[in-house]
């Protein structure tokens, strides 16, 4: 991997901080709503962080490298559940791209995202069904892993899997985090968490696309 791809890889990441920051006011209703408010801004404040260090995350070697200081900067910046849990996806995809022999390709993406996901469900203790961000992440890994197709196909189907997964948490009763205290009264609103998920994967789809 060359500085071209952490280039390349900065550029996604900055569509999809675009787009977080954007999402904000959603999130932060959402958090409202069936948690403590504060999920916009930590992932906001997460989002420009990233931004904020362009001139640093550009000069990393390789694209594990630049993931490893990508979690730094999230684990520093992002409060809340969110901050620990996206900081351990990051540092897991980091590390699972740390071990190959070259640059990694579509197949090795698709494994590294898919241990992260399964490090956030282990550490995290939620599985699917259970209405948080697992029920996006999880389909959404599961379509990177099982695709046949390009980067952009399979982002293409990630996104829509995640959409779906994070739309099925409205009808769920919410077991873990702070939406769990609501019970039913969570019912029909979907997880703020998975949503913010379905959002950065449609990010991550359109800037492949481009
Ligand atoms: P906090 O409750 O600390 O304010 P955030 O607002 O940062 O947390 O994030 C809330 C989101 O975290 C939830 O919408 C949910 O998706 C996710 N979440 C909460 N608990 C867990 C868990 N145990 N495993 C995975 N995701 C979780
Ligand atoms: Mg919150
Ligand atoms: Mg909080």
Not at 19 to 30: C, K, S, W
């Amino acid at each position: 991997v060359g500085s071209d791809d952490v280039a390349a890889l900065h550029g996604t990441l900055a569509v999809v901080a675009d787009v977080i920051i954007a999402g904000e006011p959603v999130l932060t209703d959402l958090d409202r709503r069936v948690g403590d408010g504060d999920l916009g801004t930590n992932l906001a404040r997460g989002a420009s962080a990233v931004l904020a260090a362009s001139d640093l995350l550009l000069t990393q070697p390789d694209a594990a490298c630049y993931l490893t200081a990508v979690s730094d900067i999230v684990r520093r910046e992002v409060g809340g559940t969110s901050g620990a849990l996206y900081s351990l996806l990051l540092l897991t995809i980091a590390d699972w791209l740390q071990d190959l022999p070259g640059p990694p390709g579509v197949t090795d993406w698709a494994a590294a995202v898919a241990a992260g996901v399964a490090r956030v469900q282990l550490v995290g203790g939620a599985g699917p069904g259970d209405s948080t961000m697992v029920d996006a992440l999880h389909p959404a890994a599961q379509a990177l892993v099982h695709g046949d197709g390009d980067a952009v196909a399979r982002a293409g189907e990630a996104a829509r899997a995640a959409r779906a997964g994070a739309e099925s948490t409205a009808s769920l009763t919410p077991s873990l985090g702070r939406s769990s205290y609501l019970g039913d009264r969570a019912v029909g609103i979907p997880d703020p968490g998975a949503v913010a998920i379905a959002l950065q994967f449609e990010a991550l789809a359109a800037a492949l696309a481009a």
